[in-house]
């Protein structure tokens, strides 16, 4: 819809199967500068044992419950998000998107400022 060429910011946490948006990155990109603003939950990448809890898909409300006691169940967690996090590392170097990762509990204006930083010394050579 953008007439002219510009500047994007996409946030999210990119929590889904990242080849579905890869083509649609990829796209905008060839047009725009992109750059993926990538937020994250540190709370969500070491779930401890405290039991059942129920989870709930905030697009789909589908709620599932696991049992947080369970070793299996989060090893299996935790390779999960290490393939989701491999997935979304290579659909990004692929589709040549610039990428900020921005923890929930942190200040957001160190990782923006160190983005624009790196970025403004990249163009200067």
């Known amino acids: 819809l953008l ?4 500047i994007l910011f996409l946030v999210s946490d990119f929590i889904a199967d990242a080849d579905k948006y890869h083509r649609a990155l990829a796209v ?10 990538d937020l994250y939950d540190p709370l969500e990448k070491n779930i401890q044992d405290i ?5 709930q898909d905030p697009e789909t409300e589908e709620v599932v419950w696991v049992d947080t006691s369970n070793n299996a ?3 299996s967690y935790q390779q999960r ?18 990428r900020i990762r921005i923890g929930t509990n942190e200040d957001y204006t160190n990782p923006l400022m160190s983005f624009f930083n790196e970025r403004a010394k990249r163009i200067r050579r």
């Open 3 to 6: 007439k002219r060429r510009g």
């Open 51 to 55: 039991g059942i809890l129920s989870l």
């Open 28 to 37: 905008t990109n060839r047009r725009h500068d992109l750059v993926a603003v």
């Open 81 to 98: 998000l290490q393939l989701l996090e491999m997935d979304k590392q290579r659909i990004f170097h692929k589709s040549k998107v610039s």
């Open 73 to 75: 169940w989060r090893q």
